[in-house]
């Protein structure tokens, strides 16, 4: 069975610009979840999608927004971005919402300049 | 959810135990403890998780104390491949995410 999948898997953006990401879920899967991780913040839960719905969001500004199609893929929007939102971000899959067992892609590196 | 402490950095030889401590002394009774790690340039995987039965799976053994506050991982034959960041996290059931930390940096020597 495939694993989770990300593209694109390296970006440069510029400051003010926004961007968009993509996240394909291990097939079956129905809960896409996003993370931002930092060398300075460690991994920080941005939302979670479940059934093209947002069920939790975390503690970021509107900035960053996400939705999930119906085959359950997921994107992720920043829009005018930020030196600071340069990270990884990684998506994770599972079966079903809120669940303890997560499996993450590899991630996309973002470096705003 | 509960705070966890986990020392920054671990040694272990290859092919010995390494036995990765987690304190959580504020846990409450329906929050479970889960583990994952985080292999360099990868996104973290899931390794076990209890809530206060020691458990055992093909990857590793989870040691929780009686009184809940500490827990031990245990990768019972540690090969170069496991060294990686390990993360302990501490999740109540009406939690919807997993809160990660700084995590212990488990590095596998030869």
């Known amino acids: 069975k495939a694993g989770v999948t990300q593209t694109p898997r390296y970006l440069i953006k510029t400051r003010g610009q926004q961007v968009t990401l993509s996240c394909s879920p291990i097939?079956?899967?129905?809960?896409v979840s996003w993370y931002q991780q930092t060398p300075g913040q460690g991994l920080q839960f941005l939302f979670e999608?479940?059934?093209?719905?947002?069920?939790n969001k975390g503690n970021f500004p509107g900035r960053f927004s996400g939705r999930q199609f119906s085959n359950s893929r997921s994107e992720m929007n920043v829009s005018t971005l930020e030196l600071g939102d340069s990270a990884l971000y990684l998506c994770?899959?599972?079966?079903?919402?809120?669940?303890?067992?997560?499996?993450f892609g590899p991630g996309t590196r973002l470096t705003v300049t | 959810d509960a705070k966890t402490t986990q020392p920054p950095s671990m040694d272990c030889a290859e092919g010995r135990a390494a036995n990765l401590p987690c304190n959580h002394s504020?846990?409450?009774?329906?929050?479970?403890v889960y583990w994952y790690r985080q292999i360099h340039s990868q996104g973290p995987q899931y390794i076990i998780h209890?809530?206060?039965n020691n458990e055992t799976n093909e990857m590793a053994s989870l040691i929780i104390t009686e009184d809940r506050k500490s827990s031990t991982l245990i990768l019972p034959h540690a090969t170069l491949r496991d060294t990686a960041v390990y993360y302990c996290?501490?999740?109540?059931?009406?939690?919807?995410?997993?809160?990660f930390g700084k995590g212990t940096k488990l590095s596998v020597i030869p």
């Open positions: 504020t846990i409450s009774g329906n929050e479970y």
């Open positions: 994770a899959s599972s079966s079903t919402w809120s669940s303890y067992e997560q499996y």
């Open positions: 209890g809530l206060k």
């Open positions: 097939s079956g899967h129905r809960s």
């Open positions: 996290i501490v999740r109540g059931a009406g939690s919807y995410q997993l809160t």
């Open positions: 999608y479940f059934s093209e719905t947002q069920r």
